[in-house]
């Protein structure tokens, strides 16, 4: 006998109670692209905005080897040994050609998916860019309604397109391996830009000289970009997850940084900011949606994109040919 799916009422007071196995169907509800669930978790989302907003939300990205899922582990203690509860939204790369994702993240965080005050959720990035899930930011409202005061969103890994996290969270942390090659020409500026602190992980060992010369390095590099918006100065720290040495710094410059922004007034008017480019991102996507539907757009599309191979009209023109094309369904679908 199938179970009825739960009432949008019932998500919303499981999730306000804190039931963990509603909130991860909660999230699964949301991740669902079939036109009833969207319904459903449209009205889900309206429900619990109130309740939403009061978690420090924190972005962590890097490149692959240099010990996130660690790292977070140990934060994550941290943080949790403090009394906060915290959720961790980890994103797995999807394949291009099956859309798999291995989804293996609570496996490499033991300790963190055993503990009580810890939530631990992994996601399929799906076809989204940036280093993100397709309803990460839905994921983290749901979180924030559940009563997790923490917020932490691992992204995929680092790279040309993984900066869509810095649109969601209120601290963005780039974590850095020293000893890897050229320290900095391994990384993109633009991350650097974006980034509130700078970490340098597996500072032990015989890897501690190594991570204290990074660790200048990029200090030194910080000096040549220009400040951000909340008036803050990025830090460069160092830590270690295999000994915990450094783990406290990191938690309570977070902790700084989240007391320097309220103050300031920039957490607020960045959150606000950051909904108008979630609006924008999402009515951009719905468009591209709506448009790869409507079947008798296809051969018109199709002429016009085998004209832009051969050169035969500019791809300006053919897009606005297309867009025209669009229109001009929408107008007889509503005649």
Not at 96 to 109: N, Y
Not at 117 to 146: D, N, Y
Not at 219 to 247: F, M, Q, Y
């Amino acid at each position: 006998m199938i179970k009825p799916a739960r009432t949008t009422n019932e998500y919303y007071q499981g999730i306000l109670a804190g039931n963990r196995v509603i909130l991860a169907q909660a999230i699964t509800l949301v991740e669902s692209d079939h036109p009833d669930d969207r319904s459903r978790s449209d009205e889900l989302l309206n429900q619990i905005l109130s309740h939403t907003g009061k978690a420090m939300r924190i972005g962590i990205t890097g490149v692959p080897g240099v010990g996130k899922s660690a790292f977070i582990e140990s934060l994550g203690g941290l943080i949790t040994s403090s009394g906060k509860k915290l959720a961790v939204l980890t994103i797995d790369p999807s394949s291009q050609l099956t859309r798999g994702s291995i989804l293996g993240d609570k496996t490499r965080m033991p300790t963190l998916a055993k503990n009580e005050m810890a939530f631990i959720r992994p996601s399929a990035s799906g076809l989204m860019t940036g280093g993100v899930g397709s309803r990460t930011r839905e994921s983290t409202l749901l979180c924030e309604a559940a009563g997790f005061e923490v917020i932490i969103i691992e992204t995929v890994g680092v790279g040309q397109s993984e900066t869509a996290v810095r649109n969601m969270v209120d601290f963005f942390l780039l974590l850095l391996l020293a000893g890897a090659g050229d320290e900095l020409q391994g990384i993109k500026k633009g991350i650097i830009e974006m980034a509130d602190a700078l970490v340098i992980t597996k500072a032990d060992g015989a890897n501690m000289e190594r991570a204290l010369e990074a660790q200048s390095e990029f200090r030194h590099a910080l000096h040549l970009l220009p400040g951000n918006d909340a008036l803050w100065k990025p830090r460069v720290l160092t830590c270690s997850a295999l000994t915990g040495e450094g783990i406290a710094g990191i938690w309570s410059m977070i902790q700084d940084y989240e007391a320097s922004a309220k103050t300031s007034g920039y957490l607020q008017g960045n959150r606000e900011a950051q909904k108008v480019h979630w609006l924008k991102t999402s009515f951009d996507h719905l468009i591209r949606d709506d448009l790869a539907r409507r079947e008798n757009l296809n051969a018109i599309r199709l002429t016009l994109e085998e004209k832009v191979k051969k050169d035969e009209i500019a791809v300006s023109v053919a897009a606005r040919k297309l867009l025209a094309a669009y229109y001009s369904a929408i107008r007889g679908n509503n005649s």
